[in-house]
């Protein structure tokens, strides 16, 4: 495989992941929500084995494997779990309308493509003109944090703002030095585990995770 299919198919799994990123703004179920989340690890690990490939950095190679084993498999597979556990299945309608929603999330992609747009004719690097795309998925993991109310999708929507951040350092830089990588990966995973017991204690406490339900009940 040549430079030229090397880069088309890393600006297609660019495009994957930006894609992935609306499929997560526009779900209400939160299975759904942790499908594509899987999906989004699933296209960075991709992402991260193309850019090994046509950089020749091989330590990405291990990244790949990590992000895809963590990313992928292990990270959707605690929370689904901790959905089970907590027989939540659906999002409840979020702050923002759908439409609104959408709307926001394309203005800020268009905003994402305009300020990269002169960073990316100086850049050298064959992944140059994935950094708007990361721009724009750090945008929207921002976006459906702020537009939800269970504390599960917000969550899934930090996890899906860490995934963009590393799409960005492996797209501008290819890639952070591998202690950095392992030591983000343990904090990320810790970070879920910790939220899975702070989920547990917030259902019996408040017998709801709906920051709403929280705030309402804290009150009394």
């Known amino acids: 495989m040549d430079d030229v299919m ?13 894609l992935i990123s609306f499929a997560l703004l526009a779900q209400h179920r939160l299975l759904s ?3 594509w989340f899987a999906a989004q690890g699933v296209v960075l690990a991709l992402t991260t084995l193309l850019v090994a490939v046509i950089s020749g950095h091989y330590e990405l190679y291990f990244s790949a ?29 979020p702050l923002v309308n759908m439409p609104v929603t959408m709307l ?23 992944t140059h003109n994935t950094l708007a795309i990361a721009m724009a998925t750090v945008f929207l993991g921002m976006l459906m944090m702020i537009t939800r109310k269970k504390a599960i999708t917000q969550v899934i929507g930090f996890l899906s703002i860490e995934n963009a951040l590393f799409f960005t350092a492996v ?19 810790i970070a879920a585990i910790i939220f899975g017991l702070f989920f547990t204690h917030m259902r019996n406490t408040f017998d709801s995770l709906d920051l709403d339900v929280i705030q309402e009940k804290s009150k009394r």
């Open 171 to 189: 797209g501008a830089t290819h890639g952070m030095p591998m202690i950095v990588e392992l030591g983000v990966a343990f904090d990320v995973l």
């Open 65 to 93: 494997l990590m992000t895809l084993l963590l990313k992928g498999a292990l990270l959707p597979w605690l929370l689904w779990r901790i959905i089970r556990k907590m027989h939540v299945h659906r999002e409840v309608e």
């Open 33 to 35: 929500v942790l499908h």
């Open 104 to 126: 926001i999330a394309l203005t800020l992609v268009l905003i994402c493509f305009y300020v990269a747009l002169p960073i990316e004719r100086m850049s050298q690097l064959v």
């Open 6 to 18: 090397l880069q088309e198919a890393i600006s297609v799994a660019a495009s994957l992941m930006l």
